[in-house]
């Protein structure tokens, strides 16, 4: 069985998209149209600081994305779809559970709200520990203020996020435990987290303009695992993503005991190839740019 799968934010780099299908180039047009400006000259571009700044990269990054997916859905079928965080609302848009073009607004309504986040906090990526020794770390570091993992990506790759001490914090228990290395990831705010309920309040009530439509294919949901099938999960799953964790070692062990097979990835650079080598070995993986 084909799974196809979107990555998320931090894909985005100058050239990423340098050759076109006319078909995929009106994708970005009429994102530009909808954004107000040039989104296929900043992708060819830059300068990379404003397309990885959190409000210009997620539209680069579905569009680009959206732009492959056109043309791999020529030549295959899949079964089920999968994405990485701000990859998932790309793989409704795939899906179409929501119109290219609301789309659009709703990823660039998303990205200025996280881009916007009132709550200062950062994240930081917890490399070469194992989850129990993390899942420790995060409730000694609790008495600093708030942290939780965001993203469970691999085993020993776990994403915490929180407020800015306690997140620092976390990161030197986990040195001191031997992780390899803590890195403060380039983000503008506590993604994934319980501090995030304002923009996700916000971002709930945005939401009400549009319509949904239930998925053509089944996506696995970032949060449980489990199928996302209608409308009403579609949206309720753009608004709780926020807030919670992106289990993508979930999503990988769901997608097999669904009976995947093959995992193709859909868009710029190749990380979730990457973290999916180090989950199972039991999926072909494709990369499709």
């Given at each position: ?35 107000g ?122 994403v ?64 449980n ?16 993503q ?20 093959q ?11 990457g ?15």
């Open positions: 069985m084909i799974a196809c799968a979107f990555p998320g934010q931090g894909v985005q780099k100058v050239g990423m998209v340098s050759d076109l299908y006319a078909s995929q180039r009106r994708y970005f047009e009429t994102a530009s149209e909808i954004l400006y040039d989104l296929l000259q900043l992708c060819q571009e830059g300068p990379q600081e404003k397309l990885s700044s959190t409000q210009f990269a997620q539209p680069a990054v579905m569009v680009a994305c959206i732009a492959s997916w056109s043309e791999y859905i020529m030549t295959a079928t899949p079964s089920i779809l999968l994405g990485h965080s701000l990859g998932l609302v790309t793989a409704f848009i795939a899906a179409g559970a929501v119109e290219f073009s609301d789309g659009v607004r709703i990823v660039a309504r998303r990205g200025e709200l996280m881009h916007d986040a009132p709550v200062p906090g950062q994240m930081t990526a917890i490399l070469g520990l194992e989850l129990d020794a993390v899942q420790e770390i995060v409730e000694e570091a609790g008495s600093r203020g708030t942290v939780a993992v965001a993203n469970y990506n691999c085993p020993g790759q776990f915490l996020s929180g407020e800015t001490g306690a997140v620092e914090y976390a990161g030197e228990l986990a040195l001191k435990k031997g992780a390899k290395r803590a890195v403060k990831l380039d983000v503008s705010g506590p993604f994934h987290s319980s501090l995030m309920q304002g923009p996700a309040e916000h971002f709930e009530r945005f939401l009400e303009q549009f319509r949904f439509a239930d998925p053509k294919y089944p996506v696995i949901s970032n949060i695992s489990r199928l996302i099938t209608s409308a009403e999960q579609v949206k309720m799953e753009l608004v709780a926020l807030t919670n964790p992106v289990d993508w070692i979930g999503n990988i062990q769901a997608l097999e005991q669904l009976g995947g097979t995992l193709v990835e859909i868009g710029p650079g190749s990380v979730l190839t973290l999916t080598k180090r989950i199972t070995k039991n999926l072909e993986l494709i990369s499709f740019a």
